[in-house]
Structure formats: C-alpha cells, structure tokens
C-alpha cells in the first residue's frame, strides 16, 4: 500500500535528472505515471526501470499540440489525473549583450508557455472530477508542482532568459493557486538551488543535448562550478538518486494547505 495508490501523475521531461528521480519516489508511493521527454529512447529506458505502472509520452513539449497530447496520454491510459509535475527544461546561457531574440524566446516557451498549456490541457481533468466529489461531500485533492529555479527568484548572471521563464512560472503557479483553490487543486512552485544533473555539470563538449535538430551546449565551466556551494545559499549535503525536496513532497495526499508558494529547495544530487 503506498500513499499514492490509484493517482495517477504526468512528470514533464522525466527521462533523466531530477524529472526521472521525481517520477521514480512517485511510482514507489504508488502512483501511475507518464514518463514525459523530447527524448524518446531515454524515457522508454527510463520507464523501463520504473518499478510501477508507467506509460510513455515522448516528444518536444513546445510543438504543436504536445502538451494536449501529452495530457490525453495520462487519460487514455488510466481515465484520470492527479498530479502534475512541469519539470522539463533545459538552458540557453548568454550575457544579455550576446543573447538572440531566438534564445530568450526558447527559454520562454519550455519554462512557462509549456506549463501554461500543459495546465490548460489538463484543467477539465482536474475541475470537473472535482465538481462531482463537491456535490459528493468528498475531499479529494489533486497536486500541481511547477519547478522553477533561484534563478528565477534572485537573478543569475548570463541567465536573462531562463531567469525570466522561471520567475514567470512562479506567477502562473501563483495565480491558478487562486483559481483552483476551490477545487481543491494544490498548486506550489519549488525553486531549485544547485542540482547535480548535466545542467549543472561541466561544460564539456560532451554535454549536449539535441533539440529540434540542434546541439545545445549543456553545463557550467569549472571555475564556476567550483564556487557554487558559496554562492548559492541553501547548498547542503546531498541524497543521492532521491528527488530534491519539493518536487513530490508537495505532490503528497498530506500536504493540503500548501497551496500558492514558492519554496527553496537545498542544492543535492539527483544524478542516477
Ligand atoms: N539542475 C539544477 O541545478 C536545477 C536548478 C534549478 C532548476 N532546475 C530545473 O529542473 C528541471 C530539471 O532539470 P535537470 O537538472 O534535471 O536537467 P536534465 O537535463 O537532467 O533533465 C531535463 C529533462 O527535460 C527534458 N526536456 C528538455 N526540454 C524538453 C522539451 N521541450 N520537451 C520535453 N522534454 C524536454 C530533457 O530531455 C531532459 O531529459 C528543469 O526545469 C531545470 O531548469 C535545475
């Protein structure tokens, strides 16, 4: 029996990193969940070595209908839906001297317009199922995490773009706290520090990623790697192969007053 039996969830981007870390303790407490990524082959791997009832949506969340798609998965494969976690990103770093209108537009498009339509997408699967449990006189609550970043809460130098895609994200999660706070809709946001995952891994020609075609350089040069655990500060000792605090935490059936936040989650390691 697990706190999650019968839930069933959507992790965005959760073939690798700390999607792939939130969709597996997800899966543990019982949940069903759709393995989301751009990245086909490492989403099957992934679902593969979940231990749970999983299904695949593979494909880039800013084409076309994507996001409906990625939603009607959830549904098609298990009639309903609980907990949505809006995690999958990447970033496109420059000082804003340097930064292409293409660029600062990308970082706007996975950082809130994909949560913005996955939400829109999944909005009639999360308020009508909770009109009924109302005339019911059940108490059923559903959970949206979106991550964002310290990035997005205090600034980053040469991140303009995902800066603002992330501090943006924390509007969205805090207006829909609003309006789907009678549906009893928990919607929190959680901004990470420092996670080790190749995002914040070397910046080696090796650590790319492909998207649309193209190879995106990944990663922080050494030198800044190194100055990390000073500069951010909730860094702190790491739990390895756990998803950071915040990310399922506040997807738990206990949590129901947490609602319209923004929390801090410490700097740890969600490599495996
Ligand atoms: N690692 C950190 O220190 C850190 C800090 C703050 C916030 N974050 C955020 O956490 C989230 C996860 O990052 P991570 O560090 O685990 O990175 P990661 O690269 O390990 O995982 C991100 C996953 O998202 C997928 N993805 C990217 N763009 C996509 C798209 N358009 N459609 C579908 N999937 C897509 C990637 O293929 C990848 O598998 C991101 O939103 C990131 O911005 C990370």
Redesign the pocket.
């Known amino acids: 029996m697990g706190v999650l039996d019968e839930k069933v969830a959507i992790v965005?981007?959760s073939?690798?990193?700390?999607?792939r870390a939130t969709a597996q303790l997800l899966s543990e407490q019982g949940a069903r969940v759709v393995i989301?990524?751009?990245?086909g082959d490492?989403a099957q791997q992934t679902a593969s070595e979940i231990r749970g009832e999983t299904v695949v949506h593979s494909?880039?969340?800013?084409k076309g209908d994507a996001p409906d798609q990625l939603v009607q998965t959830a549904v098609d494969a298990w009639g309903r839906l609980d907990i949505i976690v809006n995690?999958?990103?990447?970033?496109l770093d420059a000082p804003i001297h340097k930064m292409s209108d293409d660029w600062f537009q990308r970082m706007l498009d996975?950082?809130v317009a994909?949560p913005f339509k996955v939400l829109r997408a999944a909005a009639p699967h999360l308020r009508e199922p909770a009109k009924h449990e109302k005339e019911r006189g059940e108490e059923v609550f559903r959970k949206v995490v979106n991550?964002?970043?310290?990035?997005g809460t205090m600034g980053n130098a040469a991140q303009a773009n995902?800066s603002a895609g992330?501090s943006a994200v924390v509007g969205l999660t805090k207006t829909l706290a609003k309006e789907w706070g009678h549906f009893k809709v928990n919607v929190n946001a959680v901004?990470?520090?420092?996670?080790e995952?190749?995002?914040?891994a070397s910046k080696e020609e090796s650590n790319t990623?492909e998207?649309g075609g193209e190879q995106v350089q990944?990663g922080i040069p050494d030198q800044l790697r190194g100055m990390a655990a000073m500069l951010i500060p909730s860094a702190g000792p790491e739990p390895p192969r756990r998803p950071p605090a915040g990310s399922s935490s506040c997807a738990r059936p206990g949590a129901t007053t947490c609602t319209g936040r923004c929390s801090t989650s410490p700097a740890v390691s969600?490599r495996g």
């Open positions: 965005t981007g073939a690798r990193g700390i999607g989301n990524d751009l990245d490492a494909g880039d969340l800013t995690n999958a990103g990447y970033t996975i950082h994909v991550v964002s970043s310290i990035s995902y992330k901004a990470f520090g420092y996670i995952t190749r995002l914040t990623m998207i990944l969600s």
